[in-house]
Structures are given as structure tokens and as C-alpha cells.
């Protein structure tokens, strides 16, 4: 004789549901009440706003009025296990159904939460009977791993659940699968009401056309991992944390373990509280760095991707975004990790070094989810590319190299303005270099008191003459590898030339008076 299935027990958990949770579930309820059997809904709340809360809070009124049972899916183990907890605090057993799990008495269940990948394999094999699963909850709903398995549920209510409801597939679009998106609150809303804290950014110019693009429509690791493991990148986030964030709770996100490790090292040289986290760590491991990170007021943890879902750790004062990235959804799951309150936490700190906040605009921003989720190419395709972003970047010489210059109030030339002009009053374009080699020529025999400090100051410029002349490579829609390496050498022999030539008769212009001999 089958055992009869397990009752609601009473709530173990203290959340009070806030009114606008509460006004989600009667939303949800309403559709789940007026429309057909097998719809499937869309719900999108941001990062922090409690939909596990939410979803479980659902499940307990669901389970207490209906026959049927309920499933929730989750794409990581982490995110499964925390489910299943939460769900167990509003009063709902449930089985949760991974790899290890004995499934010969899954039929007393009334609720199960299942990994993706294992729940496919379950039913596939027919070891799961789910014919009597009237609500099906998808969490973090954006992925397309989940969309193979409603084939399963032709009779089922879905629900998916999102903070992003964009796809990661461009090719698998959401309104694909969902027949309706109901958007929840506003980061800026919940900001307002002290649901959320609020992010102080600080946005570096990054140079990043040597980027590649990946097979996934993002950035890829290697060509991550070679920008920004070289020195001057490493030494950039260093410089960022100590002027942003030294002391407070710092986590880092990297496009690649060996970015990560490299982070690691450059930190931990520095003598600064740091540890390296990624996929690779035991769970033993992994509990040990997490447990540290928690309990180090001043802990800086630098790590790869597993820390974007299912991680809450409400004491971290600055995100470092250490990667580019294409996804939006990425994006505010990296910043949204800074955002859970705490005490008096009423802010947080983000350091950019991958031009995200210009490609997706600030975090929080109002965004049009509904034209988002009905229209998903449109949005995608009008997202800045690095070179549109690049192009709007006023290039400055670095702090060090600026300090030897300190005669001069402006070091800075606007290639693409000289170009328009010069091409404008109908002179040829290689006036452009010869004015840019002048103005270089100029600022360095304004700050040297004879030709050879003038020569070793134009040695400084490399830098910003790379940048002038990939800007102007540009102007002329000529840009191969060779021709600009040339242009390169080309205007630094043009650039010492000018100065062993000119340098009296510049300097004397400049000050009045001939240099000593």
C-alpha cells in the first residue's frame, strides 16, 4: 500500500513576505487561475529581491489548494540545495533529485527540486513519474538548458523565474518559450525602499579591440587572459583597489582561472588578505575560503564565474568587474552580488575594468524588460561594440608619465578632430601625423632643458602614440598589422628627427631664450 504523501508542515522560517512579494504572487496567481493549464509565465525580479522567497511562499499555497505536485528546477547544485532549504522553511518537504539521490520513495513527495541535467536523465530513463506535476518553477530561467525538458510538461503550468529575461542564446529567444513576462520591481524601487543598496561606480577607459569573440557570443578566455594578465593590466586593478576599496570586503570576477591566479599573486605580493576561488576547488575547499571571505572584514576573494548565482554574502562592500563581457545578464548577476543590504549598508562600491557599464549603460538603469522579453534582437543589436565605445574615450597619458610633463597644461591631442579639419580645408591626411609629431615634439622640449632629456622624454610617449596612431588608422580606413606597426616606427623616427633639428628654435620660442650650451 503506497504511503499517503506528506502534509504542509507549519513555517519554520520568520520572512514576512514584503507587499510588493505579495502582490507578485497574487499577479502570478491570477494567471495561474485564468489562463490555460499549460501556459507558461515569465516573472523577473532583480538579484536580492527574494524570488526563492517568493516561489516558495508559492509553492506552500499551491500545495495547501491543489492536488498536484510541484517541481522546481535549478541549473547548480548550490542553487539546489538552497531551494530545497528554503522551501523546507515555509513548511513544504520536498525531494531533491540529484545524482545521489534514492528516488524508490519519491512517490510520497508532493514537491521536488531538481538539477537540470540529472532531472533529464531521470525522466529519460523512466525512473520518475511526473505525470501528476501540475506547476513546474524554473529559477534563474534565462538559461536554455531547461527548455529540453518541457517537452515533459506539455500539461504542466510554467513558471520561469529570472532577474535577466534575456537569453544567453540569441538564436533561442525567451517569448520563444514563455508565453508572458510579468516584470517585478525596479533595482531603482527597491534601492528606494532599502530592499537594495545603491552602487557607486567607478569606470576606467579600457582598451579592448584585441578581444576575440567566442562560439557563446562572448569574449573568450584566452584572449581575456592575455590582455589582462600582462603587467600593465594587473597593475591597473591594483591601483584601482587601493584607490577605491582598500580595506573593505572586495570580490573579484575574471574571465579565466589563470587571470584569477595571476590576480591572486599580484594581491598577495602586495601583502593584501587575498584568496583564489574557482570550479576547480573541493567543496571542502571551497567551504574553507567561503568560510574565510565571510568571517575577514578586509578578505579580497578573486574568482571565476561560480560566484554569479547562488552566492549571497551581504557583507561585500565592492565588486571589481576584472572582465568584459557581452551579457547582460552576466552583468547585473556580477554587480548584483554587492548589492544585498546589511545593517547600515546602504552602498556599495563597483570598479569597472571592462567597459561595461558603457556597453549596457549603469546598473540599475530603467530598463524596458516587456520591449526586452518581446523584442530581444532589437536590444542586442544596438549594444555599443568596443570600437563605438573606444571611440568616445579621450586618451590621457597615465599619472607617471603626465607627472613628467607638469610644464604643460594640456598634453592632450584630438586625432579624430584634426583629421576632419585637415581633410575638410583639403590638405592631405599625412598632415595629420606631422601636426601630431609638432604638438609631441612641443610638450617635450617644454619640460627638458636640453635635446637629450627631450629624446628621452619622447621615449615616454610610446603609449599615447600607439593610441594616435591606431585613431588615425581609422580616420584612413587602413588598418592592417603591418601598416600600422610601420606608421608606429615611422612616427617615432619622424618624432626624434623633429627634435635634434628644432629643439633650439622651439625651446628659444617657448621661453625667450636659446638654450645653454
Same mark, same amino acid.
Given at each position: 500500500?503506497?504511503?499517503?504523501?506528506?502534509?504542509?508542515? #507549519?513555517?519554520?522560517?520568520?520572512?514576512?513576505l514584503?507587499?510588493?512579494q505579495?502582490?507578485?504572487?497574487?499577479?502570478?496567481?491570477?494567471k495561474?487561475?485564468?489562463?490555460?493549464?499549460?501556459?507558461?509565465?515569465?516573472?523577473?525580479?532583480?538579484? /536580492?529581491?527574494?524570488?526563492t522567497?517568493?516561489?516558495?511562499?508559492?509553492? %506552500?499555497?499551491?500545495l495547501?489548494n491543489?492536488?498536484?505536485?510541484?517541481?522546481?528546477?535549478?541549473?547548480?547544485?548550490?542553487?539546489c540545495?538552497?531551494?530545497?532549504?528554503?522551501?523546507?522553511?515555509?513548511?513544504?518537504?520536498?525531494?531533491?533529485?540529484?545524482?545521489?539521490?534514492?528516488?524508490?520513495?519519491?512517490? %510520497?513527495?508532493?514537491?521536488?527540486?531538481?538539477?537540470?541535467?540529472? +532531472?533529464?536523465?531521470?525522466?529519460?530513463? /523512466?525512473?520518475?513519474?511526473?505525470s501528476?506535476?501540475?506547476?513546474?518553477?524554473?529559477?534563474?530561467?534565462?538559461?536554455?538548458?531547461?527548455?529540453?525538458?518541457?517537452?515533459?510538461?506539455?500539461?504542466?503550468?510554467?513558471?520561469?523565474?529570472?532577474?535577466?529575461?534575456?537569453?544567453?542564446?540569441?538564436?533561442? &529567444? $525567451?517569448?520563444?518559450?514563455?508565453?508572458?513576462?510579468?516584470?517585478?520591481e525596479?533595482?531603482?524601487?527597491?534601492?528606494?525602499?532599502?530592499f537594495?543598496?545603491r552602487?557607486?561606480?567607478?569606470?576606467?577607459?579600457? !582598451?579592448?579591440?584585441?578581444?576575440?569573440?567566442?562560439?557563446?557570443?562572448?569574449?573568450?578566455?584566452?584572449?581575456? @587572459?592575455?590582455?589582462?594578465?600582462?603587467?600593465? $593590466?594587473?597593475?591597473?586593478?591594483?591601483?584601482?583597489?587601493?584607490?577605491? @576599496?582598500? !580595506?573593505?570586503?572586495?570580490?573579484?570576477?575574471?574571465?579565466?582561472?589563470?587571470?584569477?591566479?595571476?590576480?591572486?599573486?599580484?594581491f598577495?605580493?602586495?601583502g593584501?588578505?587575498i $584568496?583564489?576561488?574557482?570550479?576547480?576547488?573541493?567543496?571542502?575547499?571551497?567551504?574553507?575560503?567561503?568560510k574565510?571571505?565571510?568571517?575577514? &572584514?578586509?578578505?579580497?576573494?578573486?574568482?571565476? @564565474?561560480?560566484?554569479?548565482?547562488?552566492?549571497?554574502?551581504?557583507?561585500?562592500?565592492?565588486?571589481?568587474?576584472?572582465r568584459?563581457?557581452?551579457?547582460?545578464?552576466?552583468?547585473y548577476? $556580477?554587480?548584483?552580488?554587492?548589492?544585498?543590504?546589511? =545593517?547600515?549598508?546602504?552602498?556599495?562600491?563597483?570598479?569597472?575594468? !571592462?567597459?561595461n557599464?558603457? %556597453?549596457?549603460?549603469?546598473? !540599475?538603469?530603467?530598463?524596458?524588460?516587456?520591449a526586452?522579453?518581446?523584442?530581444?534582437?532589437?536590444?542586442?543589436?544596438?549594444?555599443?561594440?568596443?570600437?563605438?565605445?573606444?571611440?568616445?574615450?579621450?586618451?590621457?597619458?597615465?599619472?607617471?608619465?603626465?607627472?613628467?610633463?607638469?610644464?604643460?597644461?594640456d598634453?592632450?591631442?584630438?586625432?579624430?578632430?584634426?583629421?576632419?579639419?585637415?581633410?575638410?580645408?583639403?590638405?592631405? @591626411?599625412?598632415?595629420?601625423?606631422?601636426?601630431?609629431?609638432?604638438?609631441?615634439?612641443?610638450?617635450?622640449? #617644454?619640460n627638458? #632643458?636640453?635635446?637629450?632629456?627631450?629624446?628621452? +622624454?619622447?621615449?615616454?610617449?610610446?603609449?599615447?602614440?600607439?593610441?594616435?596612431?591606431?585613431v588615425?588608422?581609422?580616420?584612413?580606413?587602413?588598418?592592417?598589422? =603591418?601598416?600600422?606597426?610601420?606608421?608606429?616606427l615611422?612616427?617615432?623616427?619622424?618624432?626624434?628627427?623633429?627634435?635634434?633639428?628644432?629643439?633650439?628654435?622651439?625651446? #628659444?620660442?617657448i621661453?625667450?631664450?636659446? &638654450?645653454?650650451?
Amino acid at each position: 500500500m503506497q504511503q499517503p504523501l506528506f502534509e504542509i508542515q #507549519e513555517k519554520k522560517t520568520d520572512k514576512e513576505l514584503y507587499s510588493y512579494q505579495q502582490g507578485a504572487i497574487n499577479q502570478i496567481f491570477e494567471k495561474f487561475d485564468n489562463e490555460r493549464d499549460d501556459y507558461h509565465l515569465l516573472y523577473q525580479l532583480p538579484t /536580492g529581491g527574494g524570488k526563492t522567497v517568493i516561489f516558495s511562499e508559492m509553492v %506552500r499555497q499551491y500545495l495547501k489548494n491543489h492536488s498536484k505536485k510541484v517541481l522546481v528546477m535549478t541549473h547548480r547544485v548550490e542553487l539546489c540545495n538552497q531551494t530545497s532549504k528554503m522551501l523546507t522553511s515555509f513548511g513544504v518537504v520536498n525531494k531533491v533529485v540529484n545524482s545521489k539521490a534514492n528516488l524508490d520513495d519519491h512517490e %510520497r513527495y508532493n514537491c521536488y527540486v531538481a538539477m537540470v541535467e540529472t +532531472l533529464n536523465n531521470r525522466l529519460n530513463d /523512466g525512473i520518475l513519474n511526473i505525470s501528476d506535476v501540475g506547476l513546474v518553477i524554473v529559477d534563474e530561467a534565462h538559461y536554455n538548458s531547461f527548455t529540453k525538458l518541457f517537452k515533459f510538461f506539455e500539461n504542466s503550468f510554467i513558471l520561469g523565474v529570472t532577474a535577466t529575461p534575456l537569453s544567453s542564446n540569441k538564436e533561442l &529567444p $525567451m517569448n520563444s518559450n514563455y508565453d508572458e513576462l510579468i516584470p517585478g520591481e525596479s533595482i531603482e524601487n527597491l534601492i528606494e525602499n532599502d530592499f537594495l543598496a545603491r552602487a557607486e561606480t567607478h569606470q576606467y577607459d579600457m !582598451g579592448l579591440t584585441s578581444l576575440e569573440i567566442g562560439s557563446n557570443g562572448d569574449y573568450t578566455v584566452k584572449s581575456s @587572459s592575455d590582455l589582462y594578465t600582462s603587467p600593465s $593590466m594587473l597593475n591597473k586593478l591594483l591601483e584601482a583597489y587601493l584607490i577605491h @576599496s582598500k !580595506g573593505k570586503k572586495t570580490l573579484i570576477f575574471n574571465n579565466g582561472i589563470d587571470t584569477s591566479v595571476q590576480v591572486y599573486h599580484t594581491f598577495n605580493n602586495a601583502g593584501l588578505p587575498i $584568496m583564489h576561488l574557482d570550479n576547480t576547488a573541493t567543496k571542502k575547499q571551497r567551504k574553507q575560503i567561503l568560510k574565510w571571505f565571510h568571517e575577514t &572584514p578586509d578578505a579580497i576573494l578573486t574568482s571565476v @564565474s561560480i560566484l554569479t548565482t547562488g552566492f549571497d554574502e551581504p557583507t561585500i562592500d565592492t565588486i571589481i568587474l576584472n572582465r568584459a563581457t557581452k551579457s547582460l545578464t552576466l552583468y547585473y548577476q $556580477m554587480i548584483g552580488r554587492g548589492s544585498r543590504v546589511l =545593517n547600515n549598508k546602504s552602498k556599495f562600491t563597483v570598479i569597472d575594468l !571592462g567597459n561595461n557599464i558603457y %556597453r549596457f549603460g549603469p546598473w !540599475g538603469a530603467d530598463l524596458n524588460w516587456e520591449a526586452i522579453f518581446k523584442s530581444p534582437n532589437y536590444y542586442i543589436d544596438r549594444i555599443k561594440d568596443d570600437e563605438a565605445i573606444e571611440s568616445t574615450f579621450k586618451h590621457e597619458l597615465a599619472d607617471d608619465i603626465r607627472s613628467e610633463f607638469s610644464k604643460s597644461k594640456d598634453t592632450y591631442l584630438d586625432i579624430s578632430a584634426l583629421y576632419k579639419d585637415t581633410t575638410f580645408s583639403g590638405e592631405t @591626411s599625412k598632415v595629420v601625423l606631422e601636426k601630431s609629431i609638432e604638438q609631441h615634439a612641443y610638450i617635450c622640449i #617644454e619640460n627638458s #632643458e636640453d635635446v637629450y632629456d627631450a629624446l628621452t +622624454l619622447a621615449k615616454l610617449l610610446k603609449e599615447d602614440i600607439d593610441n594616435r596612431i591606431k585613431v588615425y588608422s581609422k580616420c584612413i580606413s587602413k588598418s592592417t598589422n =603591418n601598416f600600422i606597426s610601420w606608421l608606429k616606427l615611422d612616427y617615432q623616427k619622424k618624432l626624434n628627427t623633429y627634435l635634434l633639428k628644432n629643439f633650439d628654435a622651439v625651446f #628659444e620660442q617657448i621661453h625667450g631664450y636659446p &638654450p645653454e650650451d
